[in-house]
Nanobody, 120 residues
Framework: QVQLVESGGGLVQAGGSLSLSCAAS????????MAWYRQAPGKQRELVAS???????NAADDVKGRFTISRANAMKQMNLRIDSLKPEDTGVYYC??????????????WGQGTQVTVSS
């Protein structure tokens, strides 16, 4: 199994910045892709940004230019820098990894989430 632990959430004023981290551990053969999802109160979980093993990134339209995703430690750590925070960025941020646990078997794994609250 693969375990993911997020850190770095908190309460921030609008216009401020925040950095989130996700650390992966466990039976990891290779991580293909990691991503951040956000779940706002009363809404479905949505993808905000992703990065693959080749370094290619993707971001939702409403966060482009404000969210920067990066990786380290052979994809076992992923970071998200959030600038110019808006109240609508409030939500629980989840880390997801698509990983092989051996040369043939892969799965999607989720962290427990970290709360980000942006005050206006």
């Amino acid at each position: 199994q693969v375990q993911l632990v997020e850190s770095g959430g908190g309460l921030v004023q609008a216009g401020g910045s925040l950095s989130l981290s996700c650390a992966a551990s466990g039976s990891i053969f290779r991580i293909i892709e990691m991503a951040w999802y956000r779940q706002a109160p009363g809404k479905q979980r949505e993808l905000v940004a992703s990065i693959n093993a080749g370094g290619a990134t993707n971001a939702a339209d409403d966060v482009k230019g404000r969210f920067t995703i990066s990786r380290a430690n052979a994809m076992k750590q992923m970071n998200l820098r959030i600038d110019s925070l808006k109240p609508e960025d409030t939500g629980v941020y989840y880390c997801k990894a698509r990983a092989y646990t051996d040369p043939q078997n892969w799965g999607d794994y989720w962290g427990q989430g970290t709360q980000v609250t942006v005050s206006s």
